[in-house]
């Protein structure tokens, strides 16, 4: 028996045996909450499993991105690479080119200035012939010119010499002549005389000549 101060759920469940349709509206009410928050974690799980799986999608979507624009990315590099080598090896290859375009020029120039030196020795040595052979042709010109200078002179002073022969022969015959007319018995030496005086005159001209 309960006492008057005591309350009537002391001691026992607030829904009474004496009333069932509040413990099995508890029981209702339980269960359903139950159920709601059984599907608020399930449908929470579904919902946290959905972002999971887009985050999985989006993390491999990125992933493939990734790779998929590795791969132009990386034949792009593969690209710039090669444009670089083959830039390169062109300068190289025109570095090469523009060495041995020298190299050729310097050969060239050492064989032209080698052939220029060795033509200047020949024609060094034709030069001081021509200068020895034009000094040898002046002396002789000089000595023949001494020669024909002194062979005139030598003639002038011949011929000097046989004009004043004749001269005095011509001043002695005409000296006989004037001696002839003087005395008439001297004519005929004096015939002989100037007989041998013209054959004197005539060896002496031809000596001249």
């Known amino acids: 028996m309960r006492t008057r101060t005591?309350?009537?759920?002391?001691?026992?469940?607030?829904?009474?045996?004496?009333?069932?349709?509040?413990?099995?509206a508890a029981v209702r009410f339980a269960g359903r909450r139950f159920a709601a928050v059984r599907f608020a974690a399930v449908r929470f799980a579904g919902a946290r499993l959905a972002v999971l799986r887009l985050a999985v999608a989006r993390l491999a979507v990125a992933r493939f991105a990734v790779e998929r624009l590795a791969v132009p990315r990386f034949a792009v590099a593969r690209f710039a690479v090669e444009r670089l080598a083959?830039?390169?090896?062109?300068?190289?290859?025109?570095?090469?080119?523009?060495?041995?375009?020298?190299?050729?020029?310097?050969?060239?120039f050492a064989v032209e200035r080698f052939a220029v030196a060795r033509l200047a020795v020949p024609r060094l040595a034709v030069v001081?012939?021509?200068?020895?052979?034009?000094?040898?042709?002046?002396?002789?010109?000089?000595?023949?010119a001494?020669?024909?200078?002194?062979?005139?002179?030598?003639?002038?002073?011949?011929?000097?010499?046989?004009?004043?022969?004749?001269?005095?022969?011509?001043?002695?015959?005409?000296?006989?002549?004037?001696?002839?007319?003087?005395?008439?018995e001297l004519r005929v030496p004096d015939l002989?005389?100037?007989?041998?005086i013209c054959l004197l005159l005539r060896e002496?001209?031809?000596?001249?000549?």
């Open 6 to 24: 005591e309350p009537a759920y002391a001691g026992s469940s607030p829904y009474d045996e004496r009333r069932p349709e509040l413990r099995l």
């Open 86 to 108: 083959v830039a390169r090896f062109a300068v190289l290859r025109f570095a090469v080119l523009r060495f041995a375009v020298l190299r050729l020029a310097v050969a060239r």
């Open 128 to 144: 001081r012939l021509a200068v020895l052979r034009f000094a040898v042709l002046r002396f002789a010109v000089a000595r023949l």
């Open 146 to 184: 001494v020669v024909r200078f002194a062979g005139a002179r030598f003639a002038v002073a011949r011929l000097a010499v046989a004009r004043l022969a004749v001269l005095r022969f011509a001043v002695a015959r005409l000296a006989v002549l004037r001696f002839a007319v003087l005395r008439p």
């Open 192 to 196: 002989f005389c100037g007989v041998a």
């Open 204 to 209: 002496v001209r031809f000596r001249g000549n």
